[in-house]
């Protein structure tokens, strides 16, 4: 309450959502955020945001513009980044951009300018690569099978890097298939899911490719809370954790949101050859780390998650084209 907490990839999903709960509870939210093309950022996601927070549309590879975001944060929310593994294929150049250089720029400016800044990095399962034996804990080998899990990789041994050698307190979550409101809908890019809600709500067939894939889910709430946990916990600074969610096969998933939204018809596809490459097969995390450090758990069954998502899209769907 009071505080200054900077939110890099604030107009983000995940980063909005953040941004979103700590102006709730009287935080001044600061944004950092460069609204790069076809990722996330959309200014319908900041709606409602009070006068108090602070919105700079910059990219963090600009070094003045960086340094004045950073000023005077105590907590740093770090979720800028390129999503789309597919992508991350087709261009590495972007994504090493957007996930190595931004990364870069942002722990110089903390360690120039706020040294005492905490800084909480949004990691992710996919620097684990095909999972050897499930659930994948925090000791599991880590292989990334696309241009985007290794850029990750990475980004995390970056932070790690700064506090040991400079004493920043940075913390990574990896986290797993994140969801809910503000996600990008607009085409299968960064996840599969946000097609789908749009499918649901069009009323067209959801391509499931495959179908057998087991994933868990994390309505984003449950990823918000993880996140003001591991900026507030003793003992976390320098470590890495997974966090989960709930588990289900893709086919069940697809099912369960056709139901959900009384439409749109589900087809099981064979996996498109470039999709296939790079896919990870089954994954579910192991979280008793972070759950027993911090107490943690998601409180949003799937369910419920998936409801309320469909809800905020149905009026929205235009917004998120
Ligand atoms: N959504 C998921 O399921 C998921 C899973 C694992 C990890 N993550 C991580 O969480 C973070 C947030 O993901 P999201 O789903 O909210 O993605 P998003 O695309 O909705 O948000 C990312 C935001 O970062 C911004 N951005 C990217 N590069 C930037 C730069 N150089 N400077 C300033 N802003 C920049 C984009 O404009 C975008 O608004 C990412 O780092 C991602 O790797 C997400």
């Given at each position: 309450?009071?505080?200054?907490?900077?939110?890099?990839?604030?107009?983000?999903?995940?980063?909005?959502?953040?941004?979103?709960?700590?102006?709730?509870?009287?935080?001044?939210?600061?944004?950092?955020?460069?609204?790069?093309?076809?990722?996330?950022?959309?200014?319908?996601?900041?709606?409602?945001?009070?006068?108090?927070?602070?919105?700079?549309?910059?990219?963090?590879?600009?070094?003045?513009?960086v340094r004045?975001?950073v000023?005077?944060?105590?907590?740093?929310?770090?979720?800028?980044?390129?999503?789309?593994?597919?992508?991350?294929?087709?261009?590495?150049?972007?994504?090493?951009?957007?996930?190595?250089?931004?990364?870069?720029e942002l722990l110089e400016a903390c360690?120039e300018v706020?040294?005492?800044?905490?800084?909480?990095?949004?990691?992710?399962?996919?620097?684990?690569?095909?999972?050897?034996?499930?659930?994948?804990?925090?000791?599991?080998?880590?292989?990334?099978?696309?241009?985007?899990?290794?850029?990750?990789?990475?980004?995390?041994?970056?932070?790690?890097?700064?506090?040991?050698?400079?004493?920043?307190?940075?913390?990574?979550?990896?986290?797993?298939?994140?969801?809910?409101?503000?996600?990008?809908?607009?085409?299968?890019?960064?996840?599969?899911?946000?097609?789908?809600?749009?499918?649901?709500?069009?009323?067209?067939?959801?391509?499931?490719?495959?179908?057998?894939?087991?994933?868990?889910?994390?309505?984003?709430?449950?990823?918000?809370?993880?996140?003001?946990?591991?900026?507030?916990?003793?003992?976390?600074?320098?470590?890495?954790?997974?966090?989960?969610?709930?588990?289900?096969?893709?086919?069940?998933?697809?099912?369960?949101?056709?139901?959900?939204?009384?439409?749109?018809?589900?087809?099981?596809?064979?996996?498109?050859?470039?999709?296939?490459?790079?896919?990870?097969?089954?994954?579910?995390?192991?979280?008793?780390?972070?759950?027993?450090?911090?107490?943690?758990?998601?409180?949003?069954?799937?369910?419920?998650?998936?409801?309320?998502?469909?809800?905020?899209?149905?009026?929205?769907?235009?917004?998120?084209?």
């Open positions: 309450v009071g505080r200054r907490v900077l939110v890099t990839g604030g107009l983000g999903f995940i980063g909005s959502t953040l941004a979103l709960r700590l102006d709730e509870i009287g935080a001044e939210a600061v944004i950092i955020d460069a609204m790069v093309a076809r990722h996330g950022g959309n200014l319908a996601n900041i709606e409602g945001l009070s006068q108090r927070a602070r919105v700079i549309v910059a990219d963090m590879r600009e070094r003045d513009a004045a975001a000023s005077g944060v105590s907590v740093i929310f770090n979720l800028a980044g390129q999503v789309s593994h597919l992508d991350s294929m087709q261009d590495p150049q972007s994504d090493l951009a957007h996930n190595c250089g931004a990364q870069i360690r706020s040294p005492e800044a905490t800084v909480v990095f949004a990691s992710t399962r996919q620097i684990y690569g095909r999972p050897l034996r499930l659930p994948v804990d925090e000791d599991h080998p880590l292989t990334p099978v696309d241009y985007n899990g290794i850029h990750k990789m990475a980004a995390e041994a970056y932070h790690g890097l700064y506090h040991r050698a400079f004493g920043l307190r940075t913390v990574s979550l990896r986290l797993t298939n994140t969801y809910g409101p503000r996600l990008r809908i607009a085409d299968a890019r960064q996840t599969f899911l946000g097609l789908w809600l749009r499918r649901a709500l069009e009323d067209a067939p959801i391509e499931v490719w495959g179908g057998d894939q087991l994933r868990d889910l994390t309505f984003v709430d449950d990823v918000v809370d993880a996140f003001l946990l591991a900026a507030v916990t003793p003992g976390a600074a320098g470590q890495s954790y997974n966090l989960g969610g709930e588990q289900i096969a893709l086919m069940d998933l697809a099912i369960m949101l056709s139901r959900l939204a009384g439409r749109g018809a589900v087809e099981r596809r064979e996996f498109p050859p470039e999709r296939k490459r790079i896919d990870i097969g089954d994954y579910v995390a192991d979280d008793r780390r972070f759950r027993e450090l911090t107490g943690w758990t998601p409180q949003v069954g799937l369910g419920e998650g998936l409801q309320r998502s469909l809800d905020y899209f149905r009026s929205r769907l235009s917004r998120y084209a």
